[in-house]
Each structure stands twice: as structure tokens, then as C-alpha cells.
């Protein structure tokens, strides 16, 4: 599945598109996760149970995402974001979005360069 944050994607057509596609992932740090969390914001510094955290969160957000659109039938996703929000004070909403298309390879393209 080919994944870009562009409208288009250099070397392809876009012959169909299927939709909006999305994959959603709320999650929250445990007790354990957020009172060492707040130690080391005492410090200073990166907080690195929150940046694992969320990277693991827009990964599982972004493979969610890519099913779905395979699910919807599309072999590519063009113009994806993602989005996050705080709901309450211990959880985290992370999105990945975009539009789920069919790309045939564009014979008519000119390679990158010329």
C-alpha cells in the first residue's frame, strides 16, 4: 500500500477513488506510566514514556488506516494527516487520514530529473 501526504503521487494515475479512510486509536498511561511521567517533567527534558507512547499510537493509528483501505479496495492513500487531541487529562486521541484511491502506474510520466 503506497502512503503519501501529497494529492498525487509522481509516477502514477489515480483512476478511482474510493473515499475517505481513517484509522482512530485513543489511548491512556497507566498510573505507573504517568507518575514517572511527571518526575521527570519536575527536570525537565523529554519525557519519554509520552514520545514512545505516541509514536506507538500514530503507528497502530496509520496500520488501522492502511486496512481500511484495503478493506475499501484502494492500493494507495493520498493526502494523509494526522490529527490528535486530549480527552480528559490522562488520554490521548491520535488519527490517520485520508483519501483511499486506485494509482495505476502513468506511462506518459516523465522520470524525476529530466
Not at 502512503?3 to 491512556?28: D, I, M, N, W
Not at 493520498?78 to 488519527?95: A, Q
Request: glycine fraction near 10%; charge should be neutral.
Amino acid at each position: 500500500m503506497i502512503v503519501a501526504t501529497t494529492p498525487y503521487l509522481a509516477g502514477y494515475r489515480v483512476t478511482e477513488v474510493k473515499g475517505q479512510v481513517f484509522g482512530l486509536v485513543v489511548r491512556s498511561r497507566g498510573f505507573a506510566g504517568n507518575f514517572a511521567a511527571g518526575l521527570r517533567s519536575i527536570v525537565g527534558g523529554e519525557i519519554h514514556e509520552y514520545t514512545q507512547l505516541l509514536e506507538d499510537t500514530r503507528r497502530q493509528a496509520l496500520d488501522r488506516m492502511v486496512q481500511n483501505a484495503t478493506m475499501m479496495g484502494a492500493n494507495a492513500v493520498i493526502s494523509m494527516r494526522f490529527d490528535s487531541s486530549e480527552i480528559g487529562t490522562s488520554m490521548s486521541e491520535i488519527v490517520a487520514y485520508g483519501t483511499a484511491v486506485i494509482v495505476i502506474p502513468d506511462a506518459t510520466a516523465r522520470p524525476t530529473g529530466e
